[in-house]
């Protein structure tokens, strides 16, 4: 049990489908993340999130998009994607998202997403 | 360029010991995670190093070298559960983490 919830679990979408990726997390934390998982590659960071704000965006393509309503809530939403952005997605949060001091990262299980 | 090296692939038999490997070039440091990943779950965090020296939690121990660059994930009495990815990441001096790929973990009987 991890406190933070992905879903779906696995998504197939055409190129020209728009499908969202949700994350909540039941922690208490300030900070959420999205990471891209493939395969034998590093973890990718993508978007950070800290109280709502969003903090960093790692020259990811404006076809991901994502939305933090509010410190528990985080979106990823998808539109003309390509095939090379088939991957796990992995959403996560921390406590204050300083990364100081140790601050340990809570992942949910990701998204599989398939892109036909 | 920052980089974190760890072994793709290792396998092990039930019952021994078996060390994983990371050696680190990052502008910085403060510190070290090894992180586990069962096959389509969630990473879960094992350990965090930023002094140098063995760090022991379990049948799981974590050392440090600074001045190596180096780190190492000891994993003792080996059980078919510890079947895994073994995630290695540093933070740099803005705190940034930087991610190994992981080193996949298969134990035999």
């Known amino acids: 049990e991890t406190g933070v919830t992905q879903t779906p679990r696995h998504l197939v979408m055409g190129m020209t489908n728009k499908k969202s990726l949700k994350c909540e997390q039941h922690l208490g934390h300030n900070a959420m993340y999205w990471y891209k998982q493939s395969a034998k590659k590093p973890l990718e960071l993508m978007f950070v999130y800290n109280f709502k704000e969003q903090t960093e965006n790692n020259s990811v393509p404006s076809r991901f998009s994502p939305e933090c309503p509010n410190s528990s809530h985080l979106f990823l939403h998808l539109h003309t994607l390509q095939p090379e952005d088939s991957a796990l997605y992995l959403c996560a949060s921390s406590q204050s998202g300083q990364g100081a001091g140790g601050e340990k990262l809570f992942f949910g299980s990701g998204t599989q997403l398939s892109v036909l | 360029g920052q980089n974190i090296d760890q072994p793709t692939e290792m396998t092990a038999t039930e019952g021994a010991i078996v060390q994983i490997n990371c050696t680190y070039q990052t502008s910085g440091f403060n510190g070290l995670f090894w992180y586990q990943q069962h096959a389509g779950e969630a990473p879960t965090f094992l350990s965090y190093?930023?002094l140098d020296g063995l760090e022991e939690k379990g049948r799981f121990s974590s050392f440090l070298s600074r001045s190596k660059g180096y780190s190492y994930l000891l994993l003792k009495e080996l059980q078919m559960k510890d079947s895994a990815s073994y995630l290695c990441?540093?933070?740099?001096?803005?705190?940034?983490?930087?991610w190994g790929a992981g080193t996949k973990l298969i134990i035999k009987p």
């Open positions: 190093n930023v």
């Open positions: 990441a540093v933070l740099d001096s803005n705190y940034q983490l930087i």
